[in-house]
Structure formats: C-alpha cells, structure tokens
C-alpha cells in the first residue's frame, strides 16, 4: 500500500491566490513526522515545513501551512499569496520512528504552476 | 559550511561500466541516505547509514553498494551500471534520528547509463 498519496499530479493557480496541495499517509505508528519539499526547476530539495504527529497545532512557515488531519490522515500543504517563484514540484514525505532507518517516504510529488 | 555536498553533478556511463558518487557533510551527521528520483516520482531509499562504519539496504538495494568508512563521508558505488540506473541520485543527511529533524539535502547527481 502506497504510504504517502498525493492525487493532483499538476496544479495551476493564479498569482497572489492561495493553493493547497494535497497530501494523505498511511502509517501505523503513533509516532511520525510529515514533511513538505519543493523542487525547483534547478533540482535541489529545499526543506517548507514539518508537522509531528504529536503536535496539537498545524504548523507554519511565513507562507506556507499544514493542515493536519490527524484522524482523516491527511497533511495538506496551503501556500498563501502564491508568488511565481513558487512554481515547482512540490513532495509530501513522512519519516517514521519505529523504523530504525528513519529514512523519508516520499509521495510522488505535485507540480504546481504559478500564472501572472 | 557547506552541507551537504555530491561529486559529480553529472554522469554518463556506458553499460556495464562502474562509478562511485560521493556524498560529503560538514554537519556532524550521524545519518546519511541514498535516494533515487526517477521521472515522474518522488525519491526512493537505496541505502542508509546510521552511523561511521555501518550501511544499511532500503527500498532499491539491488545493482548499488555504499560505504561509510568516515562519518563524513557517504559513498554509493555501481559496479556494473545499467540503463534502469539511469536516475537522479540524492545524498542526504540527518542529524539524530528523531522524528523532528529535517533531512539535509544534497544537489544530486544526474546519471545517464547508455
């Protein structure tokens, strides 16, 4: 079973609307981490935003958000203003701590376009 | 600081060929990772490390060996390349094991197998 889904495989929104990109986990630890990267053109992975399972509120980093739906298992990634350097893949991805590894699962990402 | 860094950024290779990347972390990581991306997906586990001296297989194991002789320093070796290895490859490191902390990235290798 797929462990982390993200349904929208491209997205387009207009400059300064917000955006969410959806994302949805399986996983049946009860201690996790649910993480959103952004892959520009260029290829690096930069690092948005964290949510632990634990945390009774949604996370936030300036323009971005999570909502965490912990009991529908979701993590959407919520861009507000969305500016055109915004424009890239975008991979929802989950680290959790019963493996011993604590690698990242990743979703197979979102491309999202941002038009002027 | 540097982070974490890859050499080389780009590959070609022949069939059959060998190649090692190297994958280097000024950050006092304790774990490093191998991914794979190939088109169209997310990254994919090859191998791991949790700490100098110890490697682990992920998801995509077969046809990659890695070592990790210095805490430093991550290496995933092709010995017999092939065209199904033709992908982006990510380093990438973490600096405990909890749950919290962000994997660092590194810029990847583009690698072409003909």
């Known amino acids: 079973a797929q462990k982390i889904t993200q349904t929208q495989p491209g997205m387009f929104v207009q400059e300064k609307e917000a955006v969410t990109l959806d994302c949805t986990y399986d996983?049946?630890?009860?201690?996790?981490?649910l993480f959103w990267y952004k892959q520009p053109s260029s290829g690096e992975m930069i690092f948005l935003i964290y949510?632990?399972?634990?945390?009774?509120q949604n996370a936030t980093e300036g323009r971005y958000s999570l909502n965490f739906q912990k009991a529908r298992k979701s993590a959407n990634l919520v861009i507000s203003a969305s500016q055109l350097g915004d424009s890239a893949m975008y991979f929802c991805?989950?680290?959790?701590?019963?493996?011993?590894?604590?690698?990242?699962?990743f979703g197979s990402g979102t491309r999202l376009q941002v038009q002027p | 600081n540097a982070g974490v860094t890859q050499t080389p950024k780009f590959r070609v290779l022949k069939t059959g060929q060998s190649m090692t990347l190297l994958c280097a972390q000024d950050?006092?990581?304790?774990?490093m990772y191998w991914y794979r991306q190939d088109p169209g997906m997310g990254l994919r586990l090859i191998h791991y490390?949790?700490?100098?001296?110890?490697?682990a297989k992920g998801e995509v194991p077969d046809g990659y060996n890695v070592s990790r002789l210095k805490k430093q320093n991550f290496l995933l070796g092709l010995e017999s390349a092939a065209p199904s290895q033709t992908s982006v490859y990510f380093c990438?490191?973490?600096?405990?094991?909890?749950?919290?902390?962000?994997?660092?990235f590194g810029p990847g290798t583009r690698l072409t197998v003909t």
């Open positions: 996983t049946s630890d009860p201690s996790y981490g």
């Open positions: 949510q632990g399972s634990y945390d009774q």
């Open positions: 950050m006092n990581h304790e774990y």
């Open positions: 990438a490191s973490s600096l405990l094991p909890h749950t919290t902390y962000e994997q660092y």
């Open positions: 490390s949790v700490g100098e001296g110890t490697t």
């Open positions: 991805a989950m680290r959790e701590a019963d493996t011993g590894r604590r690698a990242l699962t």
